[in-house]
């Protein structure tokens, strides 16, 4: 659980870094200056707790922590523009650094290519 959870905010730090296309890291609190454009990329909540679901992260069990993921039984569903690409990428990263071999397929040329492009880097 806590390797799963430290590894994923690596990845999700890296991202946000790597997205942020500003021309300084200066960053504003209030919303009326920020152009979203320039906005910093971050995980969705239910992004972040559908990766904790499908490599069985439990907070609430001592028997869990340290553990290494069990990819037994979890299922997620997620709805159109709730960020399925994030979650994969994320997630196929998560299991690359943890030394599995990682192959996504997708039935769209167009977001394989996009979401490639997105995440390439990390």
């Not at 990845?11 to 790597?18: N, R």
């Not at 997205?19 to 209030?30: A, E």
């Not at 553990?67 to 569903?77: D, G, R, S, T, W």
Request: glycine share 6%.
């Amino acid at each position: 659980g806590d390797r799963i959870r430290n590894i994923m905010c690596y990845v999700f730090a890296y991202w946000t870094l790597h997205r942020y296309n500003g021309d300084s890291m200066q960053l504003t609190s209030s919303a009326e200056n920020q152009n979203p454009r320039d906005a910093i990329v971050q995980p969705h909540p239910a992004q972040v707790v559908a990766i904790f679901r499908l490599f069985g992260v439990q907070d609430d069990d001592p028997a869990y922590k340290g553990a290494l993921p069990v990819f037994e039984k979890h299922l997620i569903q997620i709805g159109t523009g709730e960020g399925k690409s994030v979650i994969l990428a994320v997630t196929s990263v998560i299991l690359a650094l943890l030394g599995y071999s990682v192959d996504c397929a997708c039935y769209s040329s167009y977001l394989s290519e996009r979401d490639f492009k997105e995440f390439d880097a990390v």
